[in-house]
């Protein structure tokens, strides 16, 4: 076991003990850690029989916020998990009691270099929110007496965080060698993409270069507000930004329907925007991100986790989009095979007919009974059918439009999602066919094109030059063939043995016929020798033989 994994011994008892009590002896067992044997020494106390998802949710919400954060990570992949346990996922909570406020002060004195007072004319000590890597305080700017909410990272987490992230690669990492049906989810790999989301998350210096990235880029286009961040105040370790109050998002939000309606579309829009235009896009709108101001507007908040999608990833969502808006089954399946990575050959016909049986199925409904969620869902479980993977930030984009239509819905539940959508996914699609984005692509393709040819020259001078003294070489390297060539090498092995084995009974007869001395037993002794070693050699050939092993 790694020295690292061995320094957190005890830790890693805590989450053995965690899962026994759950009813997940026997994957501590499968995992071979060495506190395996307490699966004997603790009994669950928990019904074994109840669905095992939530029982899971349970166990995450105990073991603390490095394991709650990776699991709302992982909600945000409906492409490599089972949907039950995304739901479950979904809900978990990082709520925790707050830090006192001695221990606040002694981090922002210890980051400004300064005393509370001469930063903030006031500053409340009871935290407005608390959560497990941080909590928040309102405060006044002393200077621009501007009310501010001053987030701070909780004393050590970082530490716990790092500490806990290891534990979980080991935990991966066994997982992955030992249970066969965890292999196909690639735990080491989840793992290692949790880890960096969760180090960006818990640096608040990059959230505010997200707000003001979102600030510039959204706020004026969709008409949704976004707290102005402070950076001359925020480090690592502390975040300051406008304060803004207003109403939580809840189902019995006394407002007009009217009001419901115009705030559902308003933040459908800025999604569809964030996701298609920009490319930049929050990726947990949940209800509990949201506050309605006081002047009726909507205000997206936390910004510690964004999702990126390059040129060509927004062009293959948009086309994505269109295919299935004009039931072209061939063209989605084509893009969707470009976008997802296969594990295993695909079969496209298949593929094909699966994706026109859910469209069949869709196509039917009216565009009001139409739950956009619901329709990704079932295409990412037919990828998943075909052993198709979605790069995790297009799982993200999946995850964030499924959460902002139940967002909506949740605002105006009536909201006809696709009526809302299509103009502006119209308009999107039709600046792709503009003459301004035509003509940037193709001084792009013929500025490629010429840096292409200033080294095209170079590049084949030097390919011909290797060719002609012989130097050239074409590396041709053959995958999955090891087990025939040790199968092979065992084969030639033993009919080597085998030959060798038979010439020395051979020369052995020969010698005894002879008669030649000395003796042994009446018999001449090399011819004895010689079948003795004979007899031990196939002996040992054939018990390798039964056993297959490789000699």
Sequence with gaps: MELK???????????????????????????????????????????????????????????????????????????ILPVPLIRELSKLQDSVGPIPFEQVKEVLEKEFDTSLESLFSSFEPEPVAAASLSQVHKAVHRSKGRVLAVKVRRPG????????????ETLA????????????????????????????????SREARYIQIAKSKIEQ??????????????TPKVLVIAFISGTKITPELTLSQDQRKVLAGIGLRSAILQILDHGFFH??????????????????????????????EKNELLFLIRAGVDKDSRKLTEILLNIAIAQKPINFRQLEKDIMEIMDVYMSLSLKEIRVGQLLEDLVQILKSHE???????????????????????????????SEARPHIRKLVSRRYSKQYMLQ????????MWDLQKHLPTTLSAIFKKMEHG??????????????????????????????????????????????????????????????????????LIITIIRGKEH
């Excluded at 286009?221 to 925020?234: A, G, L, M, R």
């Excluded at 930030?393 to 902002?404: E, G, L, N, Q, R």
């Excluded at 092979?488 to 020969?510: D, N, P, Q, Y």
């Design 157 to 168: 987490i970082a530490n716990i965080v790092k500490n806990d992230l290891d534990i979980l």
């Design 5 to 79: 994994t061995l320094t957190n011994l005890g830790r890693l008892k805590d989450i053995a003990v965690v899962l026994v009590k759950y009813g997940f002896g026997d994957l501590l067992q499968r995992l071979d850690l060495p506190m395996k044997d307490l699966v004997h020494d603790i009994a669950p106390q928990i019904d074994t029989e109840a669905d095992v998802f939530a029982r899971i949710r349970l166990a995450i919400e105990e073991l603390g916020p490095t394991f709650v954060k990776v699991g709302q990570i992982l909600s945000m992949r409906p492409d």
């Design 471 to 540: 130097d050239f070489t074409i590396k041709f390297e053959h995958k999955n063939l090891s087990p025939l060539q040790n199968a092979l090498e065992s084969s030639f092995k033993r009919l080597t043995l085998g030959i060798v084995l038979g010439a020395m009974i051979i020369g052995s007869s020969m010698i005894i016929t002879t008669g030649v001395p000395p003796f042994l037993f009446g018999f001449p002794a090399l011819g004895m020798i010689g079948y003795i070693i004979s007899a031990v050699i196939g002996l040992w």
């Design 221 to 234: 286009e969709s008409d949704i507000v976004i707290p102005e961040v402070f950076t001359e105040y925020s």
């Design 388 to 418: 198709l993977r979605l790069p995790p930030d297009m799982s993200i984009v999946i995850k964030a439009a499924i959460t902002v239509e139940g967002t909506a819905r949740m605002l105006y539940p009536d909201l006809d999602v696709i």
């Design 441 to 448: 692509r193709l001084r792009h393709n013929l500025s490629s």
């Design 173 to 204: 990492r066994q997982g992955h060698n030992n249970i066969d049906t965890l292999r196909m989810y690639d735990l080491p790999g989840i793992v290692e993409s949790s880890r960096r989301t969760l180090l960006r998350e818990i640096d608040f």
């Design 283 to 312: 990726a947990d709108p949940h209800p509990g991100n949201m506050v309605i101001t006081r002047d009726n507007r909507l205000c997206l908040m936390d910004w510690g986790m964004v999702g990126r999608l390059t040129v060509d």
